[in-house]
């Protein structure tokens, strides 16, 4: 059974993942290890825990891992301000990736929501 694959939260975290892939290919070279990098892990852990939290039994396990994945938006959040200030993101890719993030973070605080009213 898998069901994270039902969320739209997991479904639309994977598809910010290739785009972040796709724009961090233009970054420095020697941010490899760098920004690049903990941007890469930053979006990954978001849809990662998603899934792991619903494979969880329990609904209060569930909410932890939802905890750690709002952690990654809020630091995926800061990476692109950062990588923005430093001229790696255009405005365009800015404001992209930003609405995408925003609309993601709505989504699992929402379903966090549910969760806690359940």
Sequence with gaps: MKPHRNLK??????????EIYVI??????EEL?????QMRR???SIPLNIAEGAARTSKKEFIRFLD???????????LF???SDLKFLSDDEFRL???K????????????????SA
Excluded: H
């Excluded at 939260?9 to 290739?18: E, F, G, Q, V």
């Excluded at 993030?101 to 806690?116: A, M």
């Design 9 to 18: 939260a997991w479904s639309d975290s994977i598809s910010l993942i290739k």
């Design 24 to 29: 961090t290919k233009s970054f420095p070279r």
């Design 33 to 37: 290890f760098g920004i690049t990098s």
């Design 42 to 44: 930053a979006a990954l």
């Design 68 to 78: 750690i994945a709002i952690g990654s938006i809020a630091e995926l959040d800061t």
């Design 81 to 83: 301000i950062i990588s």
């Design 97 to 99: 990736l930003n609405e």
């Design 101 to 116: 993030l925003d609309l993601i973070g709505k989504l699992v605080y929402g379903l966090k929501r549910k969760l806690l």
